[in-house]
């Protein structure tokens, strides 16, 4: 497995235009070797997403490099895979044409791209709702999919932007666990944005923590604990102690309680 | 008291509604009541209206008139489809395409089919193609809006996750615009056909022997007034119908669609 090194060095992104324009990320670096899992932990409106954004092709730099694999990212292609919060599959499509969308549009045959959604449908345990629409789905098995729709791909890299944010605690708990065992079999490097303290801890291999705006990384924190991992993980001492670290760079004041809205 | 299904309950409505309204006519117009600024004097009665109906639907005329304004409508909406699709997708996915293209569409859409009465009639060798055309107009502005509105709407994160999986432009416009505006066109198509019979009497005034609108134009100039109804009648059930029949088209071939609001 040698697929899958990021580098990224000086980046500079603008959003807006006009007088409503913001450097959401300004003098970011940050490198990943393959096969690496990646948090990137940071306050809301940091810029982690488009951090993201960047690396899936979506957002120009207008100044910096991102390189995957030593190539320069140009535009969105399916080598590297971008999972979103919510609702973004296809809503007309069944389950296993969501997860054999990739396929479809690369030109293989029908039968071909059946087999291999849904393996891939089996990964996550879905295999039994091929036929559903994404609608008929629960909102942590629509996840799933997106996650198979993703890898059917054979991504290098695995984008993830706050894909569990949504879910109640248990399910995104679940979530993880699932994402782990998946991430056991199909080594890829993964790039996963989240601003839970909790996630970052219990996912990565290291954790980037990002400034507010414009974000760049101002700590980096490599974990040690041993895979596989579950869910005791979370009450060692070690995760507190790191957990408290993490609190501290986020919140450099007492903390003021933080609103987070349902949409 | 047995108890009604819901479904049965509105069914029960639905008719009483419709009776009622009968009633009120039956009411108003035997009567000859006037309500000052509405007089219903001159109004013909259902009793009236039926005799009328019953008289056409008899005579060798109805199935001339009928054939005539359908073949006019269709011809006029099959166009406006094909051209309001088209055009609204172009422009609900470039702006660019939409700067060049909106402003003379928003000088065109609220001027009303009659209005184009004069203009057709110099434009047009025939005068069927210009009852087309006045059908055509009435259908395409609805259609139009509905289709850009549908793909203004569709989520930029589908168009993104669609780009990331590999998609290209065709893949992206085949499997994401179309069915994401799909909803909307339809819509579109069911408002564009209402319209398309509502322009039908402005249409067939232009001429022409042959036609509903003509047929309830005609009655009111030789003053059958029971016709007069029967012709509007024709048109609004004409029109309804139609309307259903695109709009139960379109919903077979979106089931997701309804799957998605029951559970929201």
Redesign the interface.
């Given at each position: 497995m040698s697929h899958g090194a990021i580098d990224i060095s000086g980046l500079h992104i603008r959003l807006g235009e006009g007088k409503a324009a913001l450097d959401a990320v300004h003098g970011l670096s940050l490198a990943a070797s393959p096969g690496e899992f990646l948090c990137v932990l940071g306050p809301s409106g940091c810029g982690k997403s488009t951090l993201l954004g960047a690396l899936?092709?979506?957002l120009q730099p207008c100044a910096g490099k991102v390189l995957v694999d030593g190539q320069q990212v140009r535009?969105?292609?399916?080598e590297?895979?971008?999972v979103?919060q919510q609702?973004?599959l296809?809503?007309?499509?069944s389950v296993l044409e969501n997860v054999a969308?990739?396929l479809?549009?690369?030109g293989v045959p029908r039968s071909e791209r059946r087999e291999r959604a849904l393996e891939l449908l089996q990964l996550v345990g879905l295999e039994q709702h091929a036929a559903s629409?994404p609608?008929?789905l629960s909102g942590g098995m629509q996840q799933r999919v997106e996650i198979a729709?993703?890898l059917i791909?054979d991504p290098r890299v695995l984008l993830m932007d706050e894909p569990f944010a949504a879910l109640d605690a248990q399910t995104r708990l679940k979530m993880q666990q699932l994402l782990l065992d998946v991430w056991a079999r199909i080594r890829t490097t993964v790039v996963f944005i989240t601003h839970d303290i909790d996630e970052a801890l219990f996912l990565a291999d290291r954790i980037l923590v990002m400034s507010e705006r414009p974000g760049r990384i101002i700590e980096e924190i490599q974990l040690e604990f041993p895979r596989p991992r579950r869910a005791e993980l979370v009450t060692t001492l070690d995760f507190v102690r790191l957990k408290r670290r993490c609190l501290e760079l986020l919140h450099p004041q007492p903390a003021a309680p933080v609103l987070r809205y349902a949409t | 008291m047995a108890t009604l299904s819901p479904r049965l309950l509105r069914g029960l409505v639905r008719g009483a509604s419709l009776a009622a309204c009968v009633l009120a006519w039956h009411w108003a117009s035997t009567r000859h009541i006037d309500f000052g600024v509405a007089s219903f004097r001159n109004v013909p009665s259902p009793q009236e209206t039926l005799q009328a109906a019953a008289r056409l639907l008899q005579s060798p005329k109805l199935g001339t008139h009928l054939s005539a304004s359908i073949g006019r409508v269709f011809a006029g909406y099959a166009v406006a489809a094909a051209l309001g699709i088209a055009l609204g997708l172009l422009i609900g996915r470039s702006r660019l395409l939409a700067a060049a293209l909106l402003p003379p569409l928003e000088v065109l859409r609220p001027i009303p089919a009659v209005a184009w009465i004069p203009l057709a009639i110099l434009m047009f060798p025939s005068s069927e193609l210009s009852m087309i055309f006045i059908t055509f107009i009435g259908a395409l502005f609805p259609i139009l809006l509905n289709t850009i509105h549908g793909v203004e709407g569709i989520d930029a994160r589908l168009v993104a996750s669609a780009r990331s999986l590999g998609g290209r432009g065709g893949a992206v416009f085949a499997n994401v615009i179309l069915p994401g505006a799909a909803p909307s066109i339809v819509t579109g198509l069911s408002i564009g056909m209402g319209t398309a019979w509502f322009c039908l009497v402005t249409a067939e005034m232009i001429s022409g022997q042959f036609g509903i609108g003509y047929y309830t134009w005609s009655s009111y100039i030789v003053q059958d007034y029971p016709d007069i109804i029967v012709g509007m009648l024709a048109i609004g059930v004409f029109g309804m119908g139609s309307s259903l029949l695109v709009r139960q088209a379109g919903n077979a071939l979106m089931p997701w669609y309804f799957i998605g609001r029951k559970t929201a």
């Amino acid at each position: 497995m040698s697929h899958g090194a990021i580098d990224i060095s000086g980046l500079h992104i603008r959003l807006g235009e006009g007088k409503a324009a913001l450097d959401a990320v300004h003098g970011l670096s940050l490198a990943a070797s393959p096969g690496e899992f990646l948090c990137v932990l940071g306050p809301s409106g940091c810029g982690k997403s488009t951090l993201l954004g960047a690396l899936a092709g979506h957002l120009q730099p207008c100044a910096g490099k991102v390189l995957v694999d030593g190539q320069q990212v140009r535009g969105p292609h399916p080598e590297r895979g971008l999972v979103f919060q919510q609702h973004t599959l296809f809503p007309w499509k069944s389950v296993l044409e969501n997860v054999a969308f990739g396929l479809k549009v690369r030109g293989v045959p029908r039968s071909e791209r059946r087999e291999r959604a849904l393996e891939l449908l089996q990964l996550v345990g879905l295999e039994q709702h091929a036929a559903s629409y994404p609608a008929q789905l629960s909102g942590g098995m629509q996840q799933r999919v997106e996650i198979a729709r993703v890898l059917i791909n054979d991504p290098r890299v695995l984008l993830m932007d706050e894909p569990f944010a949504a879910l109640d605690a248990q399910t995104r708990l679940k979530m993880q666990q699932l994402l782990l065992d998946v991430w056991a079999r199909i080594r890829t490097t993964v790039v996963f944005i989240t601003h839970d303290i909790d996630e970052a801890l219990f996912l990565a291999d290291r954790i980037l923590v990002m400034s507010e705006r414009p974000g760049r990384i101002i700590e980096e924190i490599q974990l040690e604990f041993p895979r596989p991992r579950r869910a005791e993980l979370v009450t060692t001492l070690d995760f507190v102690r790191l957990k408290r670290r993490c609190l501290e760079l986020l919140h450099p004041q007492p903390a003021a309680p933080v609103l987070r809205y349902a949409t | 008291m047995a108890t009604l299904s819901p479904r049965l309950l509105r069914g029960l409505v639905r008719g009483a509604s419709l009776a009622a309204c009968v009633l009120a006519w039956h009411w108003a117009s035997t009567r000859h009541i006037d309500f000052g600024v509405a007089s219903f004097r001159n109004v013909p009665s259902p009793q009236e209206t039926l005799q009328a109906a019953a008289r056409l639907l008899q005579s060798p005329k109805l199935g001339t008139h009928l054939s005539a304004s359908i073949g006019r409508v269709f011809a006029g909406y099959a166009v406006a489809a094909a051209l309001g699709i088209a055009l609204g997708l172009l422009i609900g996915r470039s702006r660019l395409l939409a700067a060049a293209l909106l402003p003379p569409l928003e000088v065109l859409r609220p001027i009303p089919a009659v209005a184009w009465i004069p203009l057709a009639i110099l434009m047009f060798p025939s005068s069927e193609l210009s009852m087309i055309f006045i059908t055509f107009i009435g259908a395409l502005f609805p259609i139009l809006l509905n289709t850009i509105h549908g793909v203004e709407g569709i989520d930029a994160r589908l168009v993104a996750s669609a780009r990331s999986l590999g998609g290209r432009g065709g893949a992206v416009f085949a499997n994401v615009i179309l069915p994401g505006a799909a909803p909307s066109i339809v819509t579109g198509l069911s408002i564009g056909m209402g319209t398309a019979w509502f322009c039908l009497v402005t249409a067939e005034m232009i001429s022409g022997q042959f036609g509903i609108g003509y047929y309830t134009w005609s009655s009111y100039i030789v003053q059958d007034y029971p016709d007069i109804i029967v012709g509007m009648l024709a048109i609004g059930v004409f029109g309804m119908g139609s309307s259903l029949l695109v709009r139960q088209a379109g919903n077979a071939l979106m089931p997701w669609y309804f799957i998605g609001r029951k559970t929201a």
